[in-house]
């Protein structure tokens, strides 16, 4: 089982942007959907942004759409860019990976069929 590593978290004000990255190791970057996930203290974790491994298409959480964007660069990472962050987005952020049996479209925001956690990355929006 492949280890996905994210980073580029840290302390953001709101309005501000940030990116993170999610290092995807070996080939599973052709083949596997990849997802952002966040959990707040207290709260379940949810899905923020996925991408497919197959046609690249990419779907968003309402409360991010607009605000946030998931792509690839052309070797192994995936991003996820922040932008008019705010203090409810503030939480850990994780990136995983969707095996391609899955429809993304219909799986691709549900964190239960994903595999291969990273050890997420701590986002806070604050003044």
């Known amino acids: 089982q492949v280890q996905l590593v994210e980073s580029g978290g840290g302390l953001v004000q709101p309005g501000g942007s940030l990116r993170l990255s999610c290092v995807v190791p070996?080939?599973?970057?052709?083949?596997?959907?990849i997802g952002w996930f966040r959990q707040a203290p207290g709260k379940e974790r949810e899905g923020v942004a996925c991408l497919s491994g197959r046609d690249g298409s990419r779907y968003y959480a309402d409360s991010v759409k607009g605000r946030f964007t998931i792509y690839r660069d052309a070797e192994n990472t995936v991003y996820l860019q922040m932008s008019s962050v705010k203090p409810e987005d503030t939480a850990v952020y994780y990136c995983a990976a969707l095996s391609p049996r899955f429809t993304v479209a219909v799986w691709g925001l549900d964190p239960d069929n994903y595999e291969s956690w990273g050890q997420g990355t701590q986002v806070t929006v604050s003044s």
């Open positions: 070996g080939s599973t970057l052709d083949y596997y959907h």
